[in-house]
């Protein structure tokens, strides 16, 4: 064969096969474990919260004083199912509060960290983008927040306005929205100087626009993995707050309110304090575990 006869032959193109779907899957899962733990732990979680009404065994506000403190069991004698995670001091079954109390929780942390985040967000782009003393003003707000613990400063407005969900859900809106303030304006002051957010300004694109066109999207993978943070945050501040009667109402079935009524029991019925706390653990652990993953995921310095 001439070498004009090579010449035209054409090159065979290296056949590369597509990964099965399954093992896509795997190799995500053994490059992301603790990622996968936490998505997880989340998903079962919501899971919960959304399909309580289906997938709890019993009503969680029926009390049954022949079960007071039942130990967590399988069967009874009969063979038939009973209180897989135990009763509590008025026979309410544990596992049916625990999958409600799911709501309460995850309901004050995704509205609270909403809130937050608008606020957070709105102030972080005015005050980095136009500085001078719109930054100053913002950030001595900030700071006048940051000096009153949160704790002290929510069980005062407790106190004096009364208890009740929606109550913690805007003293955390209202509260941490600080957080999301400073991350932004910090990374706006950044982004505010690269060279096509000054080419925006050179055609004459308005303020409103480069925001909203240029700056706002890059810094949405800081604010999602902070607000999946304080959903952490936001849901062991819940159970505290419930736990020392200033949260959510004592009718209403709640992680922290079940370890408040638990305590009188912890060395003769343990149950009844320790599966509520593993609840709170697992479901803390998921979105902080998530969090550590989005952050890795989105962080281009995590990634040298």
Same mark, same amino acid.
């Given at each position: #064969?001439?070498? +004009?006869? =090579?010449?035209?032959?054409?090159?065979?193109?290296?056949?590369? @096969?597509?990964?099965?779907?399954?093992?896509?899957?795997?190799?995500? /899962?053994k490059?992301?474990?603790?990622?996968?733990?936490? %998505?997880?732990?989340?998903?079962?979680?919501?899971?919960?919260?959304?399909?309580a009404?289906? /997938?709890?065994?019993?009503?969680?506000?029926?009390?049954?004083?022949?079960?007071?403190?039942a130990?967590?069991?399988?069967?009874?004698?009969?063979?038939?199912?009973?209180?897989?995670?135990?009763?509590?001091?008025?026979?309410?079954?544990?596992?049916?509060?625990i999958?409600?109390? @799911?709501?309460?929780s +995850?309901?004050?942390?995704?509205?609270?960290?909403?809130?937050?985040?608008v606020?957070g967000?709105?102030?972080?782009l005015?005050?980095?983008?136009?500085? !001078?003393? =719109?930054?100053?003003?913002?950030?001595?707000?900030?700071?006048?927040?940051?000096?009153?613990?949160?704790?002290?400063?929510?069980?005062?407005? #407790?106190?004096?306005?009364?208890?009740? %969900? *929606?109550? /913690? /859900?805007?003293?955390?809106?209202?509260?941490?929205?600080?957080?999301?303030?400073?991350?932004?304006?910090?990374?706006?002051?950044?982004?505010?100087?690269?060279?096509?957010?000054q080419?925006?300004?050179?055609?004459?694109?308005?303020?409103?626009? %480069?925001?909203?066109?240029?700056?706002?999207?890059?810094? #949405?993978?800081?604010?999602?993995?902070?607000?999946?943070?304080?959903?952490?945050?936001?849901?062991?501040l819940?159970?505290?707050?419930?736990?020392?009667?200033?949260?959510?109402?004592?009718?209403?079935?709640? *992680?922290?309110? #079940?370890?408040?009524?638990?305590?009188?029991?912890?060395?003769?019925?343990?149950w009844?304090a320790?599966?509520?706390?593993?609840?709170?653990?697992?479901?803390? =652990?998921?979105?902080?575990? +998530?969090?550590?993953?989005?952050r890795?995921?989105?962080d281009?310095?995590? !990634?040298l």
């Open positions: #064969m001439t070498t +004009l006869e =090579l010449e035209k032959t054409p090159q065979q193109q290296p056949v590369t @096969a597509k990964k099965p779907f399954m093992k896509k899957i795997w190799n995500f /899962i490059k992301n474990p603790a990622g996968v733990i936490g %998505i997880v732990l989340v998903v079962l979680s919501v899971s919960a919260a959304l399909f009404q289906w /997938i709890a065994p019993f009503d969680p506000s029926k009390a049954n004083l022949t079960s007071r403190l130990p967590p069991s399988w069967a009874d004698e009969t063979g038939e199912s009973v209180f897989f995670l135990g009763a509590d001091q008025v026979g309410r079954d544990l596992l049916s509060r999958i409600h109390g @799911a709501k309460i +995850l309901m004050v942390g995704f509205f609270g960290v909403i809130i937050s985040m606020i967000t709105v102030l972080g005015i005050s980095g983008y136009f500085g !001078k003393w =719109l930054d100053d003003f913002i950030m001595r707000i900030a700071d006048i927040q940051l000096a009153f613990p949160f704790m002290l400063f929510a069980i005062v407005i #407790m106190s004096v306005l009364g208890t009740g %969900i *929606w109550k /913690i /859900i805007i003293i955390l809106g209202l509260t941490y929205w600080v957080g999301f303030a400073r991350l932004i304006r910090g990374e706006v002051i950044s982004l505010k100087e690269q060279e096509y957010v080419a925006a300004k050179a055609i004459g694109g308005t303020n409103f626009t %480069i925001i909203r066109k240029h700056i706002l999207p890059n810094v #949405m993978s800081s604010i999602l993995v902070l607000g999946t943070m304080y959903i952490a945050e936001f849901i062991l819940e159970a505290s707050l419930t736990f020392l009667g200033l949260g959510v109402d004592p009718t209403i079935p709640s *992680w922290g309110g #079940m370890l408040a009524d638990s305590r009188n029991y912890v060395t003769s019925a343990w009844t320790t599966f509520p706390g593993v609840a709170i653990m697992l479901t803390v =652990l998921g979105f902080n575990l +998530l969090g550590d993953w989005l890795d995921r989105f281009p310095n995590m !990634k």
